[in-house]
């Protein structure tokens, strides 16, 4: 099975409103990413996460590495906040090589 | 910020010939990464490198080599290029002090007729 599941695969908003991506993790992760691929299909840094939370403008992302989730809020979606969403973790032992989710695909409508 | 550049970023490969991907980062991190990216694959691991010499296998590395000739330049490369390796191919580099966050170049999409 998929080691990095992310949900939901798809995702259509309405502009002004907010939502929320998930990752579950099978592995021990460690740290965990999440990045936007912009239409363009350039990977954008989003957000770096040992166990924690961190805040950006309006997006939020928290790592709860005990119950093995991440999730990735975001607020008051804005057009340019489509694409796709990745998140990546690096698991104990792992050897440095993040692992990738599938990617939730968002959509951003007027 | 980051910076990872690749190249080409388009490619058109017969069936049979050899390509050569091409990466480079400027700022001194010892991990770099190759992977491919297929629709409802999300984005694989092929092979990946702690520094200049090293190479190691990620989890798709059939069909592919790697050379990592120094700390600055890591290489992809199809000896053989099937049709089954038409995809976008993604290189990263990351620090390796524990944790490492990678950043990625813009990608090269090779296409194998």
């Known amino acids: 099975g998929d080691k990095v599941k992310q949900s939901p695969s798809a995702l259509s908003l309405q502009e002004g409103t907010n939502s929320a991506l998930r990752c579950n993790f099978s592995i021990a992760a460690t740290t965990v990413q999440w990045f936007l691929q912009n239409p363009r299909g350039s990977l954008i840094n989003l957000f770096y996460l040992v166990p924690g939370t961190k805040e950006n403008g309006r997006l939020k992302s928290t790592f709860n590495s005990k119950e093995s989730y991440s999730t990735l809020h975001i607020r008051d979606a804005q057009l340019e906040d489509s694409g796709t969403y990745f998140c990546?973790?690096?698991?104990?032992?792992?050897?440095?090589?993040?692992?990738f989710g599938k990617g939730t695909s968002l959509v951003v409508h007027p | 910020e980051a910076a990872v550049t690749q190249s080409p970023r388009n490619k058109v490969a017969v069936t049979g010939g050899k390509v050569t991907l091409s990466c480079n980062q400027t700022?001194?991190?010892?991990?770099m990464y190759w992977y491919r990216q297929d629709t409802g694959h999300g984005l694989r691991l092929i092979h990946y490198s702690y520094g200049a010499g090293s190479t190691e296998k990620g989890d798709i590395p059939d069909g592919y080599k790697a050379s990592r000739p120094s700390q600055e330049n890591f290489s992809l490369i199809l000896e053989l290029a099937t049709p089954s390796q038409t995809s976008v191919y993604f290189c990263a580099s990351g620090d390796a002090g524990g944790y490492t966050e990678v950043f990625f170049g813009k990608g090269t999409r090779l296409t194998v007729v």
């Open positions: 990546a973790a690096e698991a104990k032992g792992g050897n440095y090589k993040p692992t």
């Open positions: 700022n001194n991190h010892n991990n």
